[in-house]
């Protein structure tokens, strides 16, 4: 209780084939101060979710390392900054320590997690400050980045 942190709700969203073995994996660690839900949600349901976070996490690895991850422009559309894991081109959507964070490992995602939940909600610089810098993301659409870098080269 002592140690700043938040009691924190974690919703997985989804039904892929291993959703049944991550929930058991989920009861096995016996957490206290975390409760996780998994669930599938309707379209329309989805960006209301994500609305109502603080933070979203996205797992999300390419395999071909050219692909970004829709959720993540999702959560972007919604205000909602993000930890993203690493991959090769990740950093063109999610800019770290800008409208969000880049983890490597387990452990990384956990020490960005706390850091960002420390004193929460009195105490939340970081996540105002990413959710500040998305307001400007927002604003930036296609046909405005299409003129300024790919029209100049045709």
Not at 79 to 96: R, T
Not at 108 to 127: C, H, V, Y
Request: charged share 20%; net charge positive.
């Amino acid at each position: 209780k002592g140690s700043g942190l938040p009691n924190i709700l974690c919703i997985i969203t989804g039904k892929g084939p291993l959703k049944t073995h991550y929930e058991k994996e989920i009861r096995k660690k016996g957490l206290n101060r975390v409760k996780i839900c998994t669930m599938w949600l309707e379209a329309e349901d989805y960006p209301v979710i994500l609305g109502c976070a603080d933070l979203g996490v996205s797992l999300h690895k390419s395999s071909s390392g050219l692909d970004l991850p829709m959720k993540v422009v999702d959560m972007f559309g919604c205000g909602l900054p993000v930890c993203a894991i690493e991959f090769n081109c990740i950093q063109e959507l999610v800019q770290h320590k800008s409208n969000g964070l880049i983890f490597n490992s387990p452990e990384s995602l956990a020490k960005q997690i706390k850091m960002l939940s420390k004193g929460f909600p009195e105490t939340n610089g970081m996540l105002k400050q990413f959710r500040e810098n998305l307001i400007s993301f927002q604003s930036l659409r296609w046909h405005h980045y299409w003129k300024l870098h790919v029209r100049p080269i045709l």
